[in-house]
Nanobody, 124 residues
Framework: QVQLVQSGGGLVQAGGSLRLSCLAS????????MGWFRQAPGKDREFLAT????????FVVPSAEGRFTISRDNARNTVSLQMNSLKPEDTALYYC?????????????????WGQGTQVTVSS
């Protein structure tokens, strides 16, 4: 099991930036792919981005590509999501998650452990 503690988030105006971080402990972090998801009120949790265990492969959904960047630092057991050019529709509760394996995956059921969630609110 991996314990994930998130930080960052908050309130920002449209066009602004935020950085979310996730500190992992427990299972060997460097062997696991990681992902970021978000859930807006009344909607299902949706996949945003994933990064392979060594960080060599990343994928970001088209709606966020060019604005969001996923990265990791295995020496510090952290994964981050840099979010630029934020829009009001990006408002949601954001979650980091640890995969069951080392390759990138967009499938929510492939993620075994979850952070506590961090609120991101983008005002217009």
């Amino acid at each position: 099991q991996v314990q994930l503690v998130q930080s960052g988030g908050g309130l920002v105006q449209a066009g602004g930036s935020l950085r979310l971080s996730c500190l992992a402990s427990g299972r060997a972090f460097s062997r696991l792919a990681m992902g970021w998801f978000r859930q807006a009120p009344g909607k299902d949790r949706e996949f945003l981005a994933t990064i392979s265990s060594r960080g060599g492969t990343t994928f970001v959904v088209p709606s966020a590509e060019g604005r969001f960047t996923i990265s990791r630092d295995n020496a510090r057991n952290t994964v981050s999501l840099q979010m630029n050019s934020l829009k009001p529709e990006d408002t949601a509760l954001y979650y980091c998650a640890a995969s069951k394996g080392d390759v990138t995956t967009t499938i929510i059921s492939n993620y075994a452990d979850w952070g506590q969630g961090t609120q991101v609110t983008v005002s217009s």
